[in-house]
């Protein structure tokens, strides 16, 4: 078994190595990130577009969360033009299939040849959108190869289904044929994600990205799926920035991404001036979102995103043996020895530098934005999902409100949703949520450029 485990890992790290590259986003781009429910009450889009605020903040994009819980491919089809297409993307990403795939149908008596079917019914419904994303030339087209049910974890014995993870490998590798046929893009995070369950299973088989139902990644996995859309971006070992200094020849031996100014070196000191390209990337430490358990900053265990994609890194060689406090604007952020400041030291660990404290402020105002958003798309939801079924879509009248109660009492997802569109059918609130939205997108951006910043090495007495 362990060998197996082992080979799987080798395979899933080797295809991942072999991921066809993306371009990264640019100034002015409109990214619609179309999925089901992972994408719809997940957090992977959010956290990329946070990773853009703060490493680009001169560079403005915009991101949308285009997901509906449930969606098959057929549903997304159905939606493309009112929900997708209305929020005029230049760029779209679009992941399916684990619905697709199925659940309990796997424990009927004709299981197989009932999936056959249901699965040969999602490729004609995608041939159908494929041939909609071909008449758009002005939309860069991204696959991504979705997060994997897990179902080797043993955190639970329930949410089994046979055979529904072959199912939807093979739905993976028929998205993929279908990016490369196009000439689409395409992320591939079910190889990978599939890799480190395995891996991290090997040592705790309770372990999962997915730790709640073997389907929906928490916030750890939703930052795996992140490193991995920004890896694939090219954007791994871009530091935040690098500061080199030589105390003893009082030079400046490097500055990447940054500005270095004002050096000054005394008996026992060196200070300058220190302004960055970016900001650091702000790590979460609690749970966020209905359910979740995990925290993003879980992700560390298993994916070197420090290393990659977080480094604002302060090394100053040939200072005096002893140590030494760091201070920044007059506040100490930590000692070190001269060994180690030589050696170089983190920054963006240090979550009470002015610079951090700067980016938890983006993060939070993103995380209000995620969730103002998050009304919108469970409105969106009750529209197409459920109201357009009963020829109902777009009314939000008074009989569409009675509808929703009616159904509300055995219907598991309309009861979930019912609150929300009590608000959400009045075009007022709907407008006002997109005000605040907007609000809250142009305060990152006027807050979101580095400042310049007095750091003091001095040696401690």
Known sequence: ???????????????????????????????????????????????????????????????????????AINQIYDRFDDDVLTKKPNILTLTWGMNDSGYFEWYRADAQDFMDKKIQGSYKYYGMLEDKLKQRPDIKKIFILGSPYDETSKFTTKNIYPKKSAAFAKIIDFQQDAAKKNGF???????????????????????????????????????????????????????VAEIGINAQKKKVLKSVNCRISNVKVVTDSVAFTYLAGSLPYPIDTIPRGWGNRKKQADALKVVPFMNEFNQETLTVKELKPGDYKVLIDGEQIGRWSALQLAAGINMAEITTTPQYQQAIQIRELNE??????????????????????????????NAAMDTVKKYAVKDLFVNGNKDNYTRARYKSLRDAWQKEMDVLTDQIYAINRPQNHHILIIATK
Not at 3 to 17: D, H, K, N, P
Not at 187 to 212: C, W
Not at 371 to 395: A, P, S
Request: with cysteine; charged share 20%.
């Open 185 to 239: 893009g395409y992320v591939d995070f079910y190889h990978p994600m599939t890799a480190i369950n395995l891996r991290e299973q090997a040592k705790d088989s309770t372990y999962s990205l997915t730790p709640n139902d073997r389907v929906h990644p928490d916030n750890d996995g939703h930052l795996v799926m992140a490193y991995l859309f920004l890896k694939a971006q090219g954007l791994d070992n871009q530091p």
């Open 1 to 71: 078994m362990k060998r197996v485990f082992l080979t799987l890992i080798s395979i899933g790290m080797f295809l991942y190595a072999n991921a066809q590259k993306i371009a990264p986003f640019k100034a002015g781009d409109r990214v619609a990130f179309v999925g089901n429910s992972i994408t719809d009450g997940g957090h992977y889009h959010s956290y990329i577009w946070l990773y853009y605020m703060t490493h680009f903040p001169n560079a403005r994009i915009t991101c949308f969360n285009v997901g509906i819980g449930g969606d």
């Open 368 to 397: 209000e934005r995620w969730d103002i958003e998050r009304r919108l798309r469970m409105y969106v939801w009750m529209q197409f999902d459920f109201l357009k079924g009963k020829g109902l879509l777009h009314n939000d009248s």
